[in-house]
């Protein structure tokens, strides 16, 4: 069973639907014991990035998702704040992050004279450049466009850990993997036919 880690911050109903509309077995807990059961775990998320990482300790949950992800290997795909909160920290918060993922978040910042007005937050849809094959991306067209909304993006340290860019005034790591641990900027469950698809072959393949 892939178990959806409710910590009071997410879209955990939208993605407990693609898993529903796949007819593959999940569900929705903050449950330890479902955790410790689980085959494997997404980490959603919406909103602050310190938020997002004091609810994940007032679960109590950090303890026993750590063992799971990086003690027993069990696969991980974090979503959007999710996927910021794997890494060691945000210009948005003091507060650390997990620390899984050698990288850090940072502020969208464009220059007052470019020649294309970027708005903060990105929010719409673009197109991703895979940079690394990888089996989440896997029968994904080239031309699919994935929805994004957030002000921050992620940084990482180790270039072959992004497995895909989007473009949003420079290129933004969209997709990345390191070890058993996956991550989306964009949301899956809100990107349609492809991003079900990334959904689906989280399921099945990693």
Not at 60 to 71: A, D, F, H, N, S
Not at 121 to 143: F, Y
């Amino acid at each position: 069973m892939i178990v959806i880690i409710d910590y009071g911050i997410g879209n955990l109903r939208s993605v407990l639907s693609k898993f529903e509309r796949l007819k593959m077995e999940a569900a929705i807990s903050s449950s330890i014991e479902d955790i410790q059961q689980a085959d494997k775990l997404i980490l959603p998320g919406v909103g602050h990035f310190g938020a997002g990482m004091t609810n994940l300790h007032q679960s109590g949950l950090v303890p026993v998702i750590e063992e799971q992800v990086l003690e027993k290997k069990k696969p991980l795909l974090g979503i959007c704040l999710g996927m910021q909160l794997l890494t060691y920290g945000s210009e948005e918060s003091d507060h650390p992050g997990l620390g899984w993922i050698n990288g850090r978040v940072r502020k969208f910042e464009f220059a007052p004279s470019s020649d294309k007005k970027l708005r903060v937050p990105h929010m719409g849809w673009n197109d991703l450049t895979i940079v690394n094959p990888s089996p989440l991306l896997e029968d994904v067209p080239a031309d699919a466009r994935f929805y994004f909304s957030h002000s921050y993006y992620v940084v990482l340290n180790v270039a072959s850990n992004v497995i895909a860019t989007t473009w949003y005034g420079y290129d933004v790591a969209a997709v990345l993997h390191q070890n058993n641990i996956w991550a989306t900027q964009f949301h899956p469950e809100k990107s349609h036919r492809s991003g079900l698809r990334i959904i689906q072959n989280f399921a099945l393949y990693a």
